[in-house]
């Protein structure tokens, strides 16, 4: 009876998880991170971006404050889209490059709590502390640069915009610092 089966027609493929659908779950997860950490690190922004920074001495070259979400918003963007390039690549060590991404967004979180946060209690003394926080901040992208560059080219390009910010925010956090 057995005999008499054709066995050369294709048998129907197993369901598998499709990578198309890991690899979405994945750029969404990295999207949802990043701007969590983005929202927040808002959080201090916007309890005293009307108070005590609304009246503070700032560099001439500050640009509404409108930019800085609208800049934030794409940068958060190409950083997760850029650790995502990293996470795809299975063949190489993306350890240092992921814990450097981890790291940036420490860094992300620490920052606006930092100067903006801690401004009414530490005064002066939080803006120089701040400055330190993106000092190490801009550091710390660096080596993600360096970091996602040799495993995605793509992913280190996208990087440097996030770092070419920081260098920028860190002239008005030093600026601030001097004259405040």
Request: a positive charge; glycine letters at 6%.
């Amino acid at each position: 009876m057995l005999a008499n089966v054709d066995t050369s027609l294709p048998r129907p493929a197993l369901p598998v998880d499709r990578p198309w659908r890991r690899q979405s779950a994945a750029l969404l997860g990295f999207l949802t991170m990043s701007w969590c950490v983005s929202l927040l690190g808002s959080l201090p922004i916007r309890m005293n971006g009307d108070g005590w920074y609304a009246v503070a001495d700032k560099a001439p070259w500050t640009p509404p404050g409108w930019i800085f979400g609208s800049v934030w918003l794409v940068l958060y963007a190409a950083m997760a889209v850029a650790v995502w390039l990293v996470w795809r690549q299975r063949r190489v060590d993306r350890r240092p490059a992921l814990r450097a991404y981890g790291a940036l967004l420490l860094l992300n979180l620490a920052w606006p709590f930092t100067f903006f946060g801690l401004y009414p209690m530490l005064e002066t003394a939080a803006l120089w502390l701040a400055l330190l926080v993106i000092g190490g901040h801009a550091v710390t992208a660096t080596i993600a640069v360096l970091s996602f560059g040799p495993i995605s080219r793509t992913a280190g390009l996208l990087m440097l915009p996030y770092v070419s910010w920081l260098v920028f925010s860190a002239s008005l956090n030093l600026y601030a610092a001097v004259n405040n």
